[in-house]
């Protein structure tokens, strides 16, 4: 008996040595269903996760940086868990690698990534930012100054980790123990998208050329389709690399109500969001290929060098050649 076990050290040994660890958020909050499923196929996949989100529902604060100014929570978290009056920051009471933090999704990675990490687990390195799966997708470059699981990304990216923003089209807001004996529904969304993710995780660091696992200054923005209950025809969708821009792209807008004397809110398309100046224009847009609706997710990769093309900056600099 003692021979096996001391045969088996070296294997388990070279298990932990190559164990990658993931930090884990989101916009929709720490007890959203969707990051809960993520975070325990993740970790049953053999990832060291730790999860560091929102305390509260934080969709569509884009890249806004905001911490709390205060110890205690002034608002209660998304499904009053916590409660309001509870610490600004902590972690489950059975689990210290599940933690909130009372700021924006960018503030809650970096809360992570600078003070949980090297606190309480010795500066493990991460190897992986991974966003989501959020509640509702973000789709074409209009979203990627509006959304919370985008700018969550890159802040990561802006700090040199590889970042991934994951979207799903499963729009309602769940609390995770509401589903807690449904961890083998395979027909929930969340449960789908979790799987999806973890393949999806496990290709790219099988795929990685170097530890950087993506290139410095890019991230993944991944949209998946309506699955399971919403559309019982999609149960593992393709995965298609895709572009940012192009047909469908929008952004947010407003239109004026005469009837009532408000605005509401809207959506718009224009040229500026459908064209294709970077990349691989010959890809299908991500916008377009989610309302083909055709069980395919779609992968999108960006950059933070928001520096304009060459002959873009050339036409400028001729214009203002009387000021240089």
Known sequence: MFKQIFALIPIIAAV???EKTILLSNDDGWAA????????????????????APARQRSGWSGKFQIPDSKTLKEAGE??????????????????????????????????????????????????VVNGPNEGTNLGNGMYTISG?????????????PGIAISGSNGNNSFFK?????????????????????????????????DSILPITTGLNINFPSVGYD??????????FT??????STTSDLKYNKESGLFESSSIGSEALYTCVFGNCSLEGE?????????????????????????QEETIHGALNGLF
């Not at 269903?33 to 560091?52: D, F, H, K, M, P």
């Not at 559309?231 to 298609?240: A, G, I, M, Q, R």
């Not at 989610?290 to 990769?301: E, G, M, P, Q, R």
């Open 16 to 18: 932990l040595a190559n």
């Open 33 to 52: 269903l969707n990051i809960r499923a993520a975070y325990r196929e993740l970790t049953n996949a053999g990832y060291n996760v730790i999860l560091s």
């Open 79 to 128: 499904f009053n868990y916590p409660p309001k009056g509870s610490p600004s920051w902590g972690h489950e009471s059975d689990n210290n690698k599940i933690w909130y933090f009372d700021g924006t999704p960018g503030a809650a990675v970096a809360f992570g990534l600078e003070y949980v990490i090297p606190n309480y687990f010795n500066d493990t390195k991460v190897d992986l």
């Open 149 to 161: 699981t985008i700018g969550a990304t890159y802040n990561a990216v802006y700090r040199n980790y």
């Open 178 to 210: 509401d589903f807690e004996n449904d961890e083998n529904d395979t027909l929930l969304a969340a449960n789908i998208y979790a799987k999806k993710v973890v393949q999806f995780v496990d290709q790219l660091f099988k795929g990685a050329k170097d």
């Open 231 to 240: 559309d019982e025809s999609c149960k593992d969708p393709e995965w298609v």
């Open 243 to 248: 572009k940012f821009s192009g047909k469908d």
């Open 287 to 311: 916008s377009q290929l989610l309302a083909d609706k055709n069980c395919k997710t779609s992968v999108s990769a960006f950059s933070v060098d928001y520096s304009a093309s060459k002959d």
